[in-house]
């Protein structure tokens, strides 16, 4: 489901619960100020605009930073949208 043939790929009904979050923040989470980055694979980059909408679909509307650059990330900020990290 997460590979269309050698190239990753989001499985387009996949929404993040509160394992994938706690995953995905201890792989490659990292606190900054009152943010949280939630890193993305700097490789794969069809997969950074499916994954901001699976977080804006469960209520978690993330700002995509560093799109161009080796540290692509999903900015979380808000008291709520931490919380629920």
Same mark, same amino acid.
């Given at each position: !489901?997460?590979?269309? /043939?050698?190239?990753? &790929?989001?499985? $387009?009904?996949?929404?993040? #619960?509160?394992? !994938? =979050?706690?995953?995905?923040? =201890?792989?490659? /989470? @990292? $606190? !900054?100020?009152?943010?949280?980055?939630? #890193? =993305?694979?700097? %490789?794969?980059?069809? @997969? %950074?605009? $499916?994954?901001?909408? &699976?977080?804006?679909?469960? #209520?978690? &509307?993330?700002?995509?930073? #560093?799109?161009?650059?080796?540290? $692509?990330?999903?900015?979380?900020? /808000?008291?709520?949208?931490?919380?629920?990290?």
């Amino acid at each position: !489901e997460w590979t269309r /043939g050698a190239v990753k &790929a989001v499985p $387009p009904q996949w929404l993040p #619960g509160p394992r !994938e =979050l706690r995953a995905w923040t =201890l792989a490659s /989470g @990292t $606190p !900054e100020a009152d943010r949280y980055l939630l #890193g =993305l694979d700097p %490789h794969a980059p069809d @997969t %950074h605009s $499916p994954l901001a909408s &699976a977080m804006m679909r469960i #209520g978690i &509307a993330p700002t995509l930073i #560093g799109t161009r650059g080796s540290r $692509p990330a999903l900015r979380i900020s /808000g008291r709520r949208r931490l919380s629920r990290l």
